[in-house]
């Protein structure tokens, strides 16, 4: 146990170094990019990281948001609200691992989740739902289309889907796993993947929003799960009485 413990200190100490070098390598990445291509990249740069960001805008309200209206009657605002507390620190850290006790305790205390749900969904949706870095994968490629003029039939498009889902619910809790993973999508499809050196010149920006619709889509999967086990209590508790009365 000491020996493990003493372990686990060493790589939090490790992570922390490495954290608080994080900006200066991204630093060194994004102007070595410049100096390769020039302006012209910080074009197509920033409108793949708008578009990405509004997919993730997307899919927090259309997906997210709508499931918990219908699902456990949580509005919107409220759901936004609520969360601050979580997408505050996903922007901040990227990190969906660290978020761990952060969107437990804002599923427990705010949107009034039993604690045996939280502490057992929000630990598993953090290693295997990874729907940020979905849409990441999917904007990428559809970026590398256009920059090739490469027209993708609807088959491809959803073989595209098909492969990012399933890639990146690999290697959870990895920092810079994403790029790893961007890589084997890319290369699934025969694309060149020189675009992912680029990116990681530029990966902070895509990985506050992968971090973030992740972490968000934890939540929200913690919340309807809580839903749906409320239901089924007051269910099996009706159905109980009902018999003990027939008794």
């Keep these: 146990l000491n020996a493990l413990e003493s372990v686990n200190n060493w790589i939090a100490v490790y992570l922390k170094a490495v954290i608080k ?3 200066v390598g991204v630093l060194f990445l994004m102007a070595d990019s410049f100096g390769k291509y020039g302006m012209v990249l910080l074009s197509s740069m920033f409108s793949l990281i708008g578009t990405y960001w509004l997919a993730i805008l997307a899919q927090v309200v259309f997906v997210y948001c709508i499931i918990l209206w219908f699902t456990a009657g949580v509005s919107p605002v409220k759901f936004v609200k609520d969360s601050m507390q979580v997408w505050s620190f996903t922007i901040a850290t990227c990190s969906s691992v660290a978020n761990i006790p952060n969107s ?10 039993p604690p045996y749900i939280a502490n057992f969904c929000v630990p598993l949706g953090a290693q295997i739902n990874f729907d940020g870095s979905a849409i990441l994968y999917g904007c ?4 590398l289309g256009n920059m090739y003029g490469l027209t993708f039939t609807p088959m491809e498009l959803l073989q595209i889907v098909v492969v990012g889902t399933l890639v990146s619910s690999c290697g959870g809790g990895i920092p ?7 890589m ?5 499809f025969a694309l060149p993947s020189e675009i992912v050196g680029i990116i990681a010149g530029f990966y902070r920006l895509f990985d506050m929003g992968s971090t973030t ?5 934890d939540l ?7 839903n749906w086990e409320k239901k089924r209590a007051k269910k099996l508790g009706i159905e109980l009485e009902a018999e003990e009365l027939h008794m």
């Design 21 to 23: 070098m994080a900006p």
């Design 104 to 113: 437990i305790e804002c599923a427990e205390k705010k949107l009034g989740v």
């Design 140 to 143: 990428v490629m559809i970026f």
């Design 176 to 182: 810079g796993s994403n790029l790893v993973k961007l």
């Design 184 to 188: 084997v999508v890319i290369n699934t």
């Design 213 to 217: 619709g992740n972490c968000l889509g």
């Design 220 to 226: 929200a999967g913690t919340i309807a799960v809580s």
